[in-house]
């Protein structure tokens, strides 16, 4: 079948587009469906065992294959979804982009898109089954392509298939949970932390139920993070808790500005938790450093009263007499205790939480999601 001039502006700019189906080919080069423009150049298809070569699965945005040349599910049956953002295209299968599978898209509108061929010949017809296809003419967040794909999978019968969040539950039945993106610095990163299991992000996730992005990149300002929050084309959809400004923003910013800017930008309605900067025990009370962090961390709590959590503080009171990790110089300078400060087999890190203290805040976040009601 055939399809004349633009489908649904599919391709000139960023798009998503899935496709299901089942290949009676195995092992033959076949064409699920294709887009040209006027001139022949490619705009968009999906291609199964290129060259006649098995497990392979191409997909285009532009004229360039985004290729999985390891892809078992070239067999069928398979969803398959091409992810188009401005940068870079995604070749999804079955909800899973292996390494590699991605490329630089081009854009541009097609004039013909045949399904079950190439429009420009008559070879490498399709011989298998179409189910469905799904198009829109924008970028899908990635918890909107879960839940398509969910969706296509459960109506097919396909959903031992899939990986991800809707594996093993139905999305026309079973409301979708509020995800979480983390932005921050080393505080959400924690990559000295090998054990991933250990980060406040997964085992908030897993007292949750949902599923929770790592934003952090260890050392960057609170400018820096929120550049890449505003910048974020992934998980806007998503509740957002922010974890910045221990590194201090960059020259002509404020930490406060940076949040503001980052909850500024943030869809209306989006539920959002701010979390404090922290001073190492080369900041003690009284020096330049605790008293810049310190108000920087009051400006903050005062701009967003109901979406801050003060886990420093409750951190460090955790050294008070008759705590757990009672410490009389943490108190007295106002910093986190030696005992839930990393320790690298040489020496105690003056700043960062070890495994212990991150899980102490992870449920601190987590308490707090759920007293707010996420």
């Known amino acids: 079948m055939d399809m004349s001039a633009e489908v649904m502006n599919l391709t000139a700019a960023a798009y998503s587009l899935f496709e299901v189906w089942d290949n009676d080919l195995n092992g033959i080069a076949s064409i699920l469906t294709l887009g040209k423009n006027s001139g022949g150049t490619v705009r968009t298809g999906v291609q199964v065992d290129v060259s006649n070569v098995a497990g392979r699965i191409y997909q285009y945005s532009g004229a360039t294959a985004i290729s999985d040349p390891n892809a078992p599910e070239s067999v069928g049956p398979t969803i398959t979804q091409l992810r188009g953002t401005t940068a870079l295209a995604y070749n999804y299968i079955n909800g899973m982009t292996r390494s590699g599978a991605n490329g630089a898209p081009t854009y541009g509108a097609m004039a013909t898109w045949r399904i079950g061929g190439d429009p420009a010949n008559t070879g490498s017809r399709w011989n298998g089954i179409i189910s469905q296809i799904v198009g829109y003419n924008r970028v899908l967040t990635i918890d909107e392509c879960a839940l398509v794909l969910g969706f296509l999978a459960w109506k097919w019968g396909l959903q031992s298939y899939i990986a991800g969040e809707w594996a093993l539950k139905d999305p026309r039945s079973t409301p979708r949970v509020l995800n979480i993106a983390a932005f921050g610095d080393s505080f959400t990163e924690l990559a000295y932390l090998v054990n991933t299991n250990e980060h406040w992000t997964n085992l908030v996730a897993a007292r949750l139920g949902r599923k929770v992005y790592d934003g952090g990149i260890g050392g960057q300002t609170s400018t820096e993070v929120t550049n890449r929050s505003i910048a974020d084309i992934d998980y806007t959809d998503r509740a957002h808790i922010f974890f910045c400004g221990t590194n201090g923003p960059d020259s002509g910013h404020t930490v406060l500005g940076d949040i503001q800017a980052a909850v500024a930008d943030l869809p209306a309605g989006t539920k959002f938790l701010i979390l404090p900067s922290f001073n190492s025990d080369n900041e003690r009370a009284g020096s330049a450093g605790y008293i810049n962090k310190m108000a920087n961390n009051a400006a903050v709590a005062a701009a967003f009263p109901d979406n801050y959590l003060d886990i420093r503080s409750m951190?460090?009171?955790?050294?008070?007499?008759?705590?757990?990790?009672?410490?009389?110089?943490?108190?007295?300078?106002?910093?986190?205790?030696?005992?839930?400060?990393?320790?690298n087999g040489t020496s105690t890190d003056a700043l960062h939480p070890n495994a212990t203290c991150v899980a102490l805040y992870a449920g601190m976040i987590g308490d707090w999601i759920i007293a707010d009601g996420w």
């Open 315 to 343: 951190l460090i009171a955790l050294s008070l007499p008759g705590q757990p990790y009672q410490d009389s110089a943490a108190i007295t300078n106002d910093v986190l205790s030696s005992q839930l400060r990393f320790f």
